[in-house]
């Protein structure tokens, strides 16, 4: 007997590439609208960061508004490119309990709204990781910053990572100084993600030196995965 079942196509993209394009398309379009010269994108874009700046990093449910940003439209978008901004099938939670996905994503939305909150400079800077804006950071200011990079580092529960997070991203403010928070999505994810823990603080070690190394003036290139 035949089985004329066809197979479902394969994924163009893997899990990660799929997360950090999602991030990176939501941010994007957020940045550009309030960044842009359009009043009526720029006062929405306003409001959006500002709900997710009321949200804690816990990722607490009852935050329904954040969460329907991050899952959903901003109301940013066109009929046309609106799909864009929905969260992909595959890396969606089941029951109750949010996938690292989900978490990771809403993690890193919600810092970019601190991040960026009245700059007129962009905060979400492409192929920029989050342990070279650090190690810059460092650079920039005091040696002594690098001891609150090491405790979001060796930190086990992700209320302690997010609790250091936030702290580096007001610093990271201040300075104004950008990353990719596409790219930061696949970290987190993979930080929230024990065996996959490992990898990611190799990494972030690397990137972090490469910032740490750099000129001011000189464009940090991204660690090759």
Known sequence: MTDNT???PEPTQTKNEELRTFVTVKVE??????????PKQQARARAVLAQLRRAPMSGDPVYAEAWQIILGPTGL?????VS????PERLRGHGDTPSAAELAAYTALVSYSTHQQSLASHMHVRKASFAQAVGRLVTLTSPSIKSRFDAFTTAQSRSTINSHLRSLITLLRSQQIGFDYGKFAVDLAQLYTPRERNGVLMRFSR??????????ETPVAESQE
């Open 6 to 8: 066809e197979a479902a």
């Open 29 to 38: 379009r957020i940045q550009a609208a309030l960044l842009g010269n359009n």
């Open 77 to 81: 978008a066109t009929s046309s490119t």
């Open 84 to 87: 864009t901004e929905l969260f």
């Open 207 to 216: 990137e972090f030196v490469n910032g740490y190394l750099a000129k001011p």
